[in-house]
């Protein structure tokens, strides 16, 4: 199950970690200087919230069940990362700027393979692949920031469905 929650202010991740208990927590927006750019909720000023990596890691920590999986599909959102594997196994992230086509085409690839019951790394795989197949290669290469114990060839979101 996917929830989609588009203009996402800072309040509305504590919430979908409450309600969702989600797996995977995917970020697409602006980003850079280990911060995320959410939305203010304001109309007449909407330059956006800033949230430092380590603020979002306390607040991806502050439920019972974390989540597994964090992506963070924005520009420049692998610099500081690290803090954030303190509550999320795995995050996905990367060093450069990255075309907004790219990110959705990477998003859409990348879930159509977790569906698909791929290892995450696989999926990964999958995702940054079909960019470069689609002749979007801009230079950028997604990174994998992982705790030492998980074995991304091993991890599957999604259980395979067996044909009776």
Same mark, same amino acid.
């Given at each position: 199950?996917?929830?989609?929650?588009?203009?996402?202010?800072?309040?509305?991740?504590?919430?979908?970690?409450?309600?969702?208990?989600?797996?995977?927590?995917?970020?697409?927006?602006?980003?850079?200087?280990?911060?995320?750019?959410?939305?203010?909720?304001?109309?007449?000023?909407?330059?956006?919230?800033?949230?430092?990596?380590?603020?979002?890691?306390?607040?991806? @920590? /502050?439920?019972?069940?974390?989540? %597994?999986?964090?992506? *963070?599909? +924005?520009? $420049?959102?692998?610099?500081?990362?690290?803090? &954030?594997l303190e509550s999320v196994g795995i995050v996905v992230a990367?060093?450069?700027?990255?075309?907004?086509?790219?990110?959705?085409?990477?998003?859409?690839?990348?879930?159509?393979?977790?569906?698909?019951?791929?290892?995450?790394? @696989? /999926?990964?795989?999958?995702?940054? %692949?079909?960019?470069? *197949?689609? +002749?979007? $290669?801009?230079?950028?290469?997604?990174?994998? &920031?992982?705790?030492?114990?998980?074995?991304?060839?091993?991890?599957?979101?999604?259980?395979?469905?067996?044909?009776?």
């Amino acid at each position: 199950t996917i929830e989609h929650h588009p203009a996402a202010t800072a309040e509305d991740l504590i919430t979908g970690l409450n309600d969702v208990r989600p797996h995977v927590v995917h970020f697409s927006g602006h980003a850079g200087d280990a911060v995320l750019l959410f939305d203010n909720g304001s109309v007449a000023a909407p330059e956006g919230h800033g949230v430092a990596y380590d603020l979002l890691a306390r607040a991806l @920590a /502050a439920t019972g069940s974390p989540p %597994v999986l964090l992506v *963070l599909n +924005g520009c $420049d959102t692998l610099r500081g990362a690290e803090v &954030l594997l303190e509550s999320v196994g795995i995050v996905v992230a990367t060093a450069a700027s990255i075309s907004d086509l790219a990110a959705a085409l990477f998003a859409a690839k990348f879930y159509a393979a977790i569906a698909s019951a791929q290892s995450v790394n @696989a /999926a990964i795989q999958q995702g940054s %692949v079909s960019v470069d *197949l689609a +002749g979007l $290669d801009e230079g950028w290469k997604l990174d994998i &920031l992982a705790r030492e114990d998980l074995d991304l060839d091993q991890i599957q979101l999604v259980r395979p469905h067996l044909a009776r």
